[in-house]
Structures are given as C-alpha cells and as structure tokens.
C-alpha cells in the first residue's frame, strides 16, 4: 500500500495555480489600460483630423403663452315688451243737479158734468179739499238747467171723499190718485175719475208772512 505524501506536498500545487490566476488578472488590467489611451501618431504622419465637435444641445423651444380665453358669458334674457298701458276707465259721469225743490203746488182742477173750472193753491203737506176730492201735496219741484224741457213736477195723493151728510158720519175716504204729476204733460200720469179731472200747473215758493 503506498504511503501517502506528507500534507505539506499537496498544498504546493494549490498555490501555484492561485499565483497563475492572479498574473492573468494582472495581465489584462494593463491590457485594458492600454486600450484606453489613444494611439501616438507615428513619427511623420499627420495629425488626423480633430474628433466633429458635437453640437450644442438645442435650448427648448418656449412657447408664446396662449391667448387667455376670457370666460363665456351668459346671454342676458330678451327684455319683455313693455306691457300696453291698460286703458284708462272713463270719467264717472257728476251727479245731476238736484232739482230746486218748493213749499206750494199750482193746480187746477175741472167739475165735468157742470164744466167748472177752478185754479188753487196747495201747500206741501197741508190737505185741501175741492167738492168731494181731498189733494195732499206731498213734494214740488222744477227741473234744472241740463234738463232738455222746463218742466213742474209734483207728487201728490188725491182722495174722493164726499162731505158729510147733516146729523150722519163722514164717509170713508177712497184713494183716486198718487204719484208724479208733470206739468208739461197733464195726460202722462192723469187722474182718473168719472166727475173731477185735475192737473198741476206749476210749483213756486210760499210767499212770505
């Protein structure tokens, strides 16, 4: 069996192999050194031309700032026609002019069968009796100015009452008329009774006491 070599024999080879690596390395560390440096131009040759410079780097382009877009705005609304002015009511008509009132009515008074004719004077009021009729006045007046036609007018009550008999009581008294009597217009609203016919003639004022 054979002896195997001491320990110190086997390491020599490892060592010598570590050297041989690190002389490679060495070796192209320079080499790459070398590389590097650029070449010394052979004695009299001429100097190559210099490397192109390289261009400047392009500044940027900057731009104009873009026109400011002034912000929309809103239609205002078409403004609404002007509304037609309602028309204005017409003017109240003034009141007519009261009529000129009077305290004594003018009447006459006419007995058909014995064609009697008598005028008299009837106090506002104050009943006045003409054979068997009983007149009471009750108002008198007289148109004014704007009326189209001058005219009396009276509002009266006439009664047939006839007088009483001697020693008998008087007779109820029966109404023959009431209302408006016109003195331009004696057949507009006239009395009607089978004896007596009777109109009004004007209104004036009371003479004075």
Known sequence: MARLAPFADRRTPLRGAAAAVLALIAAGGALAQTAAQPAAPAPGAQPSDPAPAQPAPTPPVVLPPEEEIPPAVAE??????????APEPPPKPEPPAKRARYDVAVLQALDKITAETVRFEAAVGKPVRYKSLVFTVRACERSTEEEATPDAIAYLTIESQPKAAPGKPTPAARQAFRGWMYASSPGLNPLEHPVYDAWL???RAAAPS
């Open 76 to 85: 205002a609304p078409p403004a609404a026609e002007p509304k037609a002015a």
């Open 201 to 203: 003639i004007t209104c």
